[in-house]
């Protein structure tokens, strides 16, 4: 059985890398992706679809978030929550047999792993209020029966205002994680970075 968490963890650094080392997807695929997945012939097959389709819709899923930011800049996001949130609505866009809630949810307790104390909750508002406006907009196809289920709570209506003074978005939606009883990791997880091919 394939450990998807690990999966999507391995697709995080990928991202990571090919964005902010500027690897190739060909060099992140063979010195991240498929190194760590070698043993999970499914689970590597997922994780370079979940990567390469990140990549792909980069530009459309930039702008999803940034319509839920008002008042604040993409580019002032936490790197990790940004690639995080990347990854999730590719998912919720692009993988029609994963229920949104599973996407979600994975998201939030990544974000609990690799972030800050605060990502858990911003990832979380973010993706409800994108999940609403994606069902909205007619852009989430998911087939079968309990593969789209509603936000575990109605995000705040329109983009939410951050202000411009700080540093950090506490939450998009000032509400409360999917699961509030866990606390986030006292040691963050490092992503890990790849030697520069010659």
């Known amino acids: 059985m394939s450990n998807r968490r690990k999966i999507r963890e391995t697709v995080l650094q990928a991202i990571y890398s090919s964005i902010i080392g500027d690897h ?30 990140s990549l792909d819709n980069r530009s459309d899923v930039e702008e999803i978030i940034s319509k839920h930011i008002a008042n604040w800049e993409i580019e002032r996001l936490a790197t990790v929550d940004r690639f995080i949130l990347q990854m999730a609505i590719t998912e919720l866009l692009t993988f029609e047999d994963i229920p949104t809630k599973v996407t979600i949810n994975e998201a939030i ?24 406006s994606l ?10 029966r309990g593969l789209i289920d509603a936000p575990a709570r109605r995000p705040h209506a329109g983009p939410v205002d951050y202000g411009q003074d700080e540093d950090f978005p506490e939450d998009a939606s000032q509400q409360e994680p999917i699961d509030p009883d866990r606390p986030a990791a006292t040691k963050k997880k490092r992503i890990k970075r790849p030697k520069r091919s010659p």
């Open 24 to 53: 190739s997807p060909e060099h992140v695929l063979q010195t991240i992706v498929k190194p760590n997945l070698s043993q999970d012939t499914a689970g590597l097959a997922f994780a370079e679809k979940l990567y390469l389709r």
């Open 109 to 132: 307790e990544i974000a609990k792993e690799y972030s800050t104390a605060k990502s858990g909750r911003f990832v979380n508002g973010i993706l409800d209020a994108a999940l609403i």
């Open 135 to 144: 069902q909205q907009e007619g852009k989430l196809k998911k087939k079968g």
